[in-house]
């Protein structure tokens, strides 16, 4: 079920799983385990389910519009004298 992501630029794929995918295991395990506990004597009815998403973004070195890398000086806090 793995899915092609994108990492905001069109020619550079990124192996990832979609969010309805992802959404759509979670709905399926969830399903599995109501079932797996259907002949207990103790049930856990599910009213309500919330996803909590947490997004991490990894930058990588600057690159101008080409996608060609760029030198970045970095500027001292005090002024040499």
């Known amino acids: 079920?793995?899915?092609m992501g994108m990492t905001g630029r069109d020619d550079v794929p990124v192996d990832g799983l979609g969010l309805a995918d992802a959404i759509?295991?979670?709905?399926?395990?969830?399903?599995?385990?109501q079932a797996a506990g259907a002949g207990s004597d103790i049930q856990l009815p599910v009213e309500s389910m919330?996803?909590?998403?947490k997004v991490t973004v990894v930058f990588g070195g600057p690159?101008?519009?080409?996608?060609?890398?760029?030198?970045?000086?970095?500027?001292?806090?005090?002024?040499k004298s």
């Open 24 to 33: 759509a295991l979670l709905r399926d395990d969830l399903l599995k385990a």
């Open 1 to 3: 079920m793995s899915r």
């Open 63 to 79: 690159v101008d519009r080409e996608g060609r890398p760029v030198k970045v000086m970095q500027r001292s806090a005090q002024p």
């Open 50 to 53: 919330t996803l909590v998403l």
